[in-house]
């Protein structure tokens, strides 16, 4: 999964995009990728660490997102949104500045800035749209496919509410149209969390800020959530025995990082699996109601090709039961065929033979 970071200067983007990365701020990019930071950031998940505490495995590997974060841009500056590691990615994380600085002028407004970057990426999709149909139009010197024809259909229908201002992901789409539309990466069509960048002594009564973006996060294919930079940069700098005692000070249950990654993941409609082992105990990542056959394929195409049953059971019942070996003994392992819809943390185990 890759997730883009986006956001107007002086929203904290970056220094988010430095803590889920445990990227070092001010990091020099390659060549002609100035614009642009890249990094891998983890997604915690306690059930990948009560399971590896069960096994003690030579090796536990965490499920993991790619972050692109694109250098703030002012309003108006819509040629840099298309760049093609952001119109790659699969959902945005809009970081929403919700705290005060003198050094960023007036106060913040929230629910402001997110209508604005809407504006952004809708303007930007416009701009892909009217390009696209200049090429199809009456300047075509031949008679246009039907696969153009209906691409020419679909992209004049979707202009108008692009124009009207309303993004790709709330325009009443089929399955199939989404699919026609897709290639194009469109930024107003991605799933999009926008998330406040909140003041340390915010934090407490976070529940008001939100509620003032409760209508944003209806709208469809839409979230809304919450992060504190400050408070995350100073967790991030206390050793593990003092952050605990921190974030209860704080009232918070874990780090806000943390469930800014698990809200990615649900906006994206995504779910974790595990393998586990002496060997190894990992977070493969799928989406929603994969199939057993799709869950194999994740994990190695050989598995896939030649599927046989998967070996099945929840993490919990596996924790209390402390072993694959009791499991067996009690009965606990089900066998599923390809077809079976595998469950968010689920273990995995499959049976295959690829012959020769």
């Not at 970081?95 to 002028?105: K, M, N």
Request: proline residues 5%.
């Amino acid at each position: 999964m890759r997730l883009g970071i986006i956001g107007f200067p002086g929203s904290g983007k970056t220094t988010l995009f430095n803590l889920l990365t445990g990227a070092e701020a001010g990091v020099a990019q390659p060549p002609g990728r100035s614009r642009l930071n890249v990094g891998v950031a983890r997604v915690p998940d306690d059930r990948v660490t009560r399971l590896a505490a069960l096994f003690q495995p030579q090796k536990t590997v965490y499920a993991s997102v790619e972050v692109v974060d694109l250098a703030g841009f002012d309003r108006g500056e819509r040629a840099t949104l298309d760049v093609g590691e952001l119109r790659q990615a699969d959902a945005l994380l809009h970081v929403v500045r919700a705290f005060s600085s003198p050094a960023l002028g007036p106060a913040p407004q929230p629910a402001r800035e997110v209508q604005a970057l809407e504006e952004e990426l809708v303007l930007a999709d416009l701009d892909v749209v009217e390009r696209r149909l200049q090429k199809l139009g009456p300047g075509l010197r031949r008679k246009p496919t039907d696969a153009e024809q209906r691409e020419l259909a679909l992209l004049t229908r979707v202009r108008g509410p692009l124009e009207e201002g309303l993004a790709l992901r709330a325009q009443a789409l089929t399955a199939e149209e989404g699919r026609l539309l897709k290639g194009f990466q469109f930024l107003s069509q991605k799933p999009i969390l926008h998330c406040l960048n909140l003041a340390e002594d915010s934090v407490a009564g976070r529940d008001e800020s939100l509620s003032e973006l409760a209508e944003v996060g209806k709208r469809p294919g839409s979230l809304v959530g919450w992060v504190s930079a400050a408070v995350e940069g100073e967790v991030a700098a206390l050793a593990p025995e003092e952050q605990r005692s921190f974030l209860d000070a704080l009232g918070l249950p874990e780090p806000a990082l943390h469930r800014v990654i698990r809200d990615a993941y649900t906006l994206l409609g995504l779910a974790s699996f595990f393998t586990v082992g002496e060997d190894e105990v990992r977070a493969w990542t799928i989406p929603a109601n994969a199939t057993a056959l799709e869950a194999a394929g994740a994990v190695h195409s050989d598995i896939a090709r030649g599927f046989i049953r998967a070996e099945v059971i929840g993490w919990v019942e596996l924790l209390e039961v402390g072993s694959l070996a009791e499991a067996r003994k009690r009965a606990l392992l089900r066998l599923e065929g390809k077809d079976y819809p595998v469950q968010d943390g689920e273990i995995c185990h499959f049976r295959f033979n690829v012959g020769r």
